[in-house]
């Protein structure tokens, strides 16, 4: 698996790809399991159109797995689009008291913890427009007919402020919480990094400090035997002088005696 911003030096990117991997993953594993247990209820109630978006789904996961040229930005906005029309599909197939907010809840959230809080709102922004949508539809057209689950239109509307005001919370606070994370990830990341070139530093100077010890002892032994050479030749100056007085007079009492004998 291929991931282009995995090993970049910024975490957050790295993380938030991990994050997203992982998310890409499970649900590739999950999706399968969900599609084969829904498929009693696809074929009871005839929803194609739910089948053929679990497949796309599942399709994209693999293609976003292990496409080896699409940049993290597409994989991340590709798979938080699929979660949006995943949740879409579900709520215009089965009905609103389905799993379908919970795809549109996990859209805003995780939207703000793989690309950040803009993201986040914008998620909620469309998640808003796009329940007053349906619910409008419901309330005003035949399509509220097959989903008979409010008994107003007004528990409808509250139900949706209800929802969409706890999904603000929950998305903001998540995006808020990751990035705080993530800073001081990359806080101990770049204390990890100055400790390590700190130690390289003293390593360096303890280095030139032995080099420099090595070469002073190594002077001091030269100047000791220099003065030691210096001693013996001073001794030896002094012997020969000695010498060479103790001879001037062995020579002079000698020529003395010659003259005497003479």
Do not use: N, P, T
């Given at each position: 698996i291929s991931w282009p911003h995995a090993i970049e030096e910024n975490s957050l990117i790295r993380w938030q790809a991990f994050i997203l991997s992982s998310?890409?993953?499970?649900?590739?594993?999950?999706?399968?399991?969900?599609?084969?247990?829904?498929?009693?209820?696809?074929?009871?109630?005839?929803?194609?159109g739910l089948a053929v978006v679990d497949l796309a789904g599942l399709l994209v996961c693999l293609v976003f797995l292990f496409g080896r040229r699409i940049s993290f930005e597409i994989r991340a906005a590709g798979t938080l689009l699929g979660f949006y029309i995943i949740g879409i599909a579900v709520i215009l197939s089965v009905g609103i008291m389905s799993g379908g907010p919970a795809w549109l809840f996990a859209f805003s959230v995780l939207a703000g913890v793989i690309m950040g809080k803009r993201a986040a709102l914008a998620a909620l922004l469309l998640n808003g427009v796009s329940l007053f949508t349906i619910g409008y539809l419901t309330a005003t057209t035949s399509l509220g007919d097959g989903f008979p689950f409010f008994k107003s239109p007004q528990s409808m509307v509250a139900a949706g402020v209800n929802f969409m005001v706890l999904n603000a919370i929950a998305a903001v606070s998540v995006s808020a919480l990751?990035?705080?994370?993530?800073?001081?990830?990359?806080?101990?990341e770049n204390l990890a990094k100055r400790l390590i070139k700190e130690r390289q530093q003293l390593m360096a100077i303890r280095k030139d400090l032995e080099t420099q010890i090595r070469e002073?002892?190594?002077?001091?032994?030269?100047?000791?035997?220099?003065?030691?050479?210096?001693s013996i030749g001073t001794l030896a100056g002094g012997i020969a002088h000695d010498f060479n007085n103790i001879l001037y007079m062995i020579l002079g009492n000698t020529e003395l005696a010659m003259e005497d004998l003479g």
């Open positions: 998310i890409l993953m499970a649900g590739l594993a999950l999706g399968i399991f969900a599609l084969i247990s829904a498929g009693v209820l696809i074929i009871k109630e005839s929803a194609w990751v990035r705080g994370l993530f800073h001081l990830i990359e806080k101990k002073r002892k190594l002077a001091e032994k030269q100047l000791a035997h220099a003065r030691k050479m210096e």
